[in-house]
C-alpha cells in the first residue's frame, strides 16, 4: 500500500466541522493531526497514523528459463527440456509476491541434474519451500515389434535402468522406434539386427548427449536362442535314440540352418 496517496472517508458529529479536510490529505507517511470543532465551539484533535502491515505472502508467480514457463503445482516447480539440454547451468527468472525474496538466487548459474530446493521468504519473515524439478525428454518414447503393423507389440520402456523388453508373436519381426525429435540417431538400426539371443545395446544419440538402452526380446514369452549345427545333431540323434535305433547323423550337413527360435 502507498501511503503517499490515500484518500479518507470521514464521518463526524452532526454540524461539526473538520479542519484540514480529509478530502484534501493524500499523504500519510507522517502521522496527520485533525481538529474537529462542534456546534458550540468545543474542539477535540485527532491525530492519524496510517501504519501497512507487512506482506505475509511467500508465493512463486512465475519461473521461467528464458522463455520456456515451468509448472506450478502448489510448491512443485516442473519443466521439461529436449533431449541433449544442459542442465547443469540453468539461469531462472522469477516472478515473486511483492516484498518478497529467494534463496538461493534463481538468476544465477544452477545445477538442476537433481530437484533443488529454493525458499521464498515473504515480508514478515514467512517462509516458504519450492522444489524444482527440470526433466530431459527420454530421447525413446516407444518400441514395438511385430511381424505386420497389426501383429505388433508395445514394449516395455524403464527410462531410469535404460531397459527395454518385448515379447513378439514370431522370431521373423520389424520393429519401429519412435524417437524424441528428428535431431536424435539410434545405432544400430533395429532392423538391421540380426542376432537378438540376450541383450542387444542401442546408442541414442543427439549432438553430444548420448543414452545406451539394453534391449530384450523374447518370442512367445522364450528366451531367443539361436541354433547350432551341434545343437541339430544332438536333438536329431536324441529323437532317434529314443526311437530305438543308433543311427548317427553326424554326417549331415545343416550349416546352412541359421534361424534363431
Do not use: C
Not at 33 to 39: H, I, L, N, R
Not at 114 to 141: L, M, Q, R
Not at 212 to 227: C, F, N
Amino acid at each position: 500500500t502507498d501511503k503517499s496517496n490515500l484518500s479518507a472517508n470521514v464521518k463526524i458529529s452532526p454540524k461539526a466541522s473538520i479542519n484540514p479536510d480529509p478530502a484534501s490529505i493524500k499523504d500519510y507517511t507522517t502521522a496527520k493531526d485533525f481538529t474537529v470543532k462542534a456546534e458550540d465551539g468545543t474542539t477535540k484533535t485527532y491525530k492519524v497514523t496510517v501504519t501497512v502491515l507487512k506482506n505475509n505472502e511467500a508465493e512463486i508467480l512465475e519461473w521461467k528459463f528464458g522463455g520456456k514457463a515451468a509448472n506450478i503445482t502448489g510448491t512443485d516447480i516442473k519443466i521439461t527440456f529436449p533431449f541433449s539440454t544442459d542442465i547443469t547451468a540453468l539461469k531462472a527468472n522469477v516472478k515473486l509476491s511483492p516484498q518478497a525474496t529467494i534463496s538461493p538466487n534463481p538468476a544465477n548459474n544452477n545445477n538442476y541434474t537433481n530437484s533443488k530446493d529454493f525458499i521464498v521468504k515473504a515480508e514478515d519473515g514467512t517462509t516458504k519451500t519450492y522444489e524444482v524439478t527440470v526433466k530431459i525428454k527420454d530421447p525413446i518414447s516407444s518400441w514395438t515389434a511385430g511381424w505386420r503393423d497389426d501383429d505388433a507389440n508395445t514394449a516395455t520402456i524403464n527410462q531410469n535402468n535404460a531397459k527395454i523388453n518385448i515379447d513378439v508373436n514370431s522370431a521373423d519381426f520389424d520393429t519401429k522406434v519412435t524417437l524424441a525429435d528428428a535431431a536424435v540417431t539410434i545405432s544400430p538400426d533395429p532392423n538391421t539386427v540380426t542376432d537378438w539371443t540376450g541383450e542387444v545395446t542401442f546408442t541414442v544419440k543427439k549432438g553430444s548427449a548420448t543414452k545406451t538402452y539394453q534391449v530384450k526380446v523374447k518370442v512367445g514369452g522364450k528366451d531367443i536362442i539361436k541354433v547350432t549345427d551341434a545343437d541339430i545333431k544332438t536333438k536329431i540323434n536324441s529323437e532317434i535314440n529314443k526311437l530305438g535305433n543308433t543311427a548317427n547323423f553326424n554326417h549331415i550337413d545343416v550349416s546352412s540352418v541359421t534361424d534363431m527360435v
